[in-house]
């Protein structure tokens, strides 16, 4: 659809807005329309500022992580309000523990018989978008440092749980910014691959600790671990400067760390393999989630 610019005045400019979108966006004169710049576009949206964006879900499984599933991509998504039709008192209750243990300010504000809805009612502004994304990266830190002390048997004090947790809590809101404000334009779908190899980087140690709750192993090896540790760093590093020559940075330590170390302690065999194996995937997730940043990269710097 093509439109003519109209002189408004000496340095305005102004066009019509199709019939057919005003009517079905039920707009009227006097009201406000949002307009984002996206590169050479101008997204023009009904300003949805005091109104719910909400949906309907119905729950037909009562495995935790159907459950989560749906619930945490609705958040994502950007949902505010979210109408929830359940089959029985388990799926109620892994419901309440996921809005606990995933989500931001999400409380249960309506119940019925096997229905509910949960409601927006307090969550980060999506200004400390920055804030949240650096927590990501501290809290895989806290919990490589967690893995690390137990392996070589030094005690610890906080659950490793508590630490997934946080981080999935601070994954799922930095996506559901992306959702409702296109923070990174066209790269957008870049930066939620970053995200993802970022967690399943963080998710290789949290399954590597459900191992070692059954199995007891000493590890003494620390190059996996100060490869994992650097690659975190350099990471956050180059998104925080924009700066493409960290990325190549990524590239040298992944073959040094898989390709040499990784090789090296797998050929002892026995248990160290197992540890050796889940480091040395997350640090395969890290070096992955370089090619998407390079991208959210150069769309920044441009």
Known sequence: MKRKLVQQGEA???VSLP???IKDQELQ???????????SKLVLSKDFQG???????QLTSSTESAVRVAIVNAYRSGYDLVHINYQNHKQYTLLQKILKDYIF???IVHTEEKSCSIENITEPSSEQFDVLLQKIFDNTRSL??????????????EDYLAITHRVHQYDNFCR????KTNKFGSASTSFWTFLTLLLHAQRELYHLNQYLDKNKILFTEKTLFDGFERMLETLLHAYKQKNIEEIDLIHTLEKELVYKDFYRIVQKGKKEAIVAHHLTTGIKELYLASSPLLTVILHERN
């Open 12 to 14: 305005t400019l102004m």
């Open 19 to 21: 019939s057919k979108w």
């Open 29 to 39: 004169k006097g009201d406000t329309v949002d307009i984002e710049e996206n590169e």
């Open 51 to 57: 109104r719910k964006k909400e949906t309907s879900l």
């Open 105 to 107: 300010g999400f409380e």
């Open 144 to 157: 490589l440092a967690f893995t690390r002390q137990r392996l070589q048997g030094t005690a610890v004090k």
């Open 176 to 179: 559901r910014v992306i959702s």
